[in-house]
């Protein structure tokens, strides 16, 4: 079982990394032949049906991994996936004609001139992308990773061929987004059609349906909280500074996101399942603390190096019109580093049960960044809208780092940890100054990175880590390992 757990962790791993990078690779696509004003359009478009989607319960589909595995036969758990699949189509079919009935006053309101074509079409992906997020839960119920991988890098694939076809050759716009947007989830659609029947029942149990969702709506909550944080300020710029500023910023955001999904994630894919075992040896604290001060090495130089790369990146495959991006991007990124400390520092609430202090977490930090965006965005535009990031963020960590530690102490070492957050703070200045103008300054500046890192692990208050490294290095040791401290 142990190994099984490490080969699925890896795939999953694998498939984030993957997966981000596959996203990443559409943005010269998108920068290079969309406008900032358009590349706002399509922003607010995603936005839009991920609202909608969330609104009408999006969320609930976390809850039947519970009921799935409470099943005690396999007929029972076809049923629960049978129903939960019929109730979140019934669900998506009604926010999809809500949003057909009212695309016109949506893009006015939005900015968009399109007769309320362009929402109405684009509102397709939500009722596919709704029934695809649920076969793909299944696949991991089923602990098919490999599956489940490879869905996602193939639709990745089609969406970058489509966009190719549609944004570069066809010259469609933002058009293009949303036709590659709608063929790559139909395509996933239709293999899932035809694939999977054999997992259905024909019966919809109103009993369980009404447990699902009496379950699932303080998911629900909290995540429509944690969309104003990470979504809200786009409406908010929209309404101030209109569409191609919302451009300049989604391009900005994509790289604290990078960090997230690139770093983070897929550590987070091993800790959150095992930190419940490491939590019963001896001295959990300080082992908690240690793999605490071994991500942020990982995490704190990544985060400086993509603020050091970003705007040269920016440079380099966007155009011209994208530059002033650059400027946001530290704001968001370290907020991006706040987020992942908080998601480390929860464990405390998490194994009290006290989660509902995630919940009051969140919603402090709704009421921080809405207050801020009112005062900010107004008068500092796009920077006041990455400052309120960064504040909502830190106020999120202050909070559950607080209430997770009186739960579960979190034994830092602190002055080993001051010493990394010095380093590459130091270096992300430094480096700046050198100013580089091509794809061989990216790779000077990981060779820098690389160096810096090796001088840090000789210095005395890293000696652990130093001798850890070395031990996985000699042992070719999995993923898994180089987070646990033996």
């Not at 990394?17 to 399509?42: C, E, M, Q, R, W």
């Not at 589909?61 to 019929?86: C, D, H, P, W």
């Not at 409406?235 to 191609?244: D, V």
């Not at 000077?444 to 840090?456: E, K, T, V």
Request: proline share 2%; charged share 10%; hydrophobic share 55%.
């Amino acid at each position: 079982m142990a190994k099984s757990a490490v080969r699925s962790t890896l795939i999953y791993g694998i498939g984030r990394l993957v997966g981000g990078f596959a996203s990443f690779i559409t943005l010269p696509i998108y920068t290079k032949n969309l406008s900032p004003s358009d590349y706002g359009t399509v922003e607010l478009l995603v936005l839009l049906v991920e609202l909608a989607a969330l609104l009408i319960g999006a969320k609930i589909t976390a809850g039947m991994f519970r009921f799935y595995s409470e099943a005690n036969s396999a007929q029972e758990k076809q049923n629960v996936f049978s129903s939960t699949l019929y109730f979140i189509t019934v669900l998506y079919s009604v926010a999809l004609g809500a949003l057909w009935l009212a695309a016109s006053a949506l893009e006015a309101h939005l900015g968009i001139s399109e007769d309320g074509w362009l929402v109405r079409i684009f509102s397709l992906t939500l009722l596919l992308t709704g029934c695809n997020e649920l076969f793909l839960a299944h696949l991991r119920i089923q602990d098919k990773p490999i599956t489940f991988v490879s869905i996602n890098i193939g639709k990745l694939i089609l969406q970058v061929i489509f966009c190719l076809y549609f944004i570069w050759y066809k010259n469609m716009g933002y058009w293009g987004v949303v036709y590659a947007s709608i063929l790559s989830n139909l395509a996933v659609s239709i293999f899932f059609l035809f694939t999977s029947t054999r997992f259905l029942t024909w019966q919809l149990d109103f009993v369980f349906i009404k447990k699902l969702y009496i379950f699932s709506w303080p998911i629900i909550v909290s995540s429509f909280g944690m969309y104003l944080i990470n979504f809200g300020d786009r409406y908010f710029i929209n309404t101030y500074l209109g569409t191609a500023a919302v451009g300049l910023y989604a391009l900005a955001y994509k790289f604290g996101l990078l960090l997230f999904s690139l770093i983070w994630s897929p550590f987070a894919m091993y800790w959150e399942p095992q930190q419940y075992i490491y939590a019963k040896q001896e001295k959990s604290s300080q082992l908690f603390g240690e793999v605490f001060l071994n991500i942020n090495i990982i995490i704190l130089f990544a985060a400086a190096a993509l603020i050091n790369v970003a705007p040269l990146l920016i440079d380099l495959i966007a155009d011209p019109a994208y530059q002033e991006a650059g400027r946001y991007v530290p704001f968001i990124v370290i907020g991006y580093v706040f987020h992942a400390w908080s998601d480390f520092m929860r464990f405390g609430l998490l194994k009290s049960g006290k989660t509902i202090h995630i919940t009051y977490a969140t919603y402090l930090s709704v009421a921080v960044i809405l207050l801020l965006f009112i005062l900010l965005i107004p008068q500092y535009g796009l920077l006041g809208a990455a400052i309120a990031t960064l504040a909502c963020f830190v106020s999120r960590f202050c909070y559950i780092a607080i209430a997770g530690n009186r739960e579960f102490f979190v034994q830092v070492p602190y002055r080993a940890m001051l010493v990394v957050l010095a380093m590459a703070s130091i270096s992300c200045v430094v480096i700046a100054q050198l100013n580089f103008r091509s794809w061989t300054g990216i790779f000077i500046i990981g060779i820098l990175y690389l160096f810096i890192l090796a001088m840090l692990l000789c210095l005395p208050w890293l000696k652990t880590q130093r001798n850890y490294l070395l031990t996985i290095i000699t042992n070719n040791a999995l993923f898994k390992r180089v987070f646990k401290l033996t």
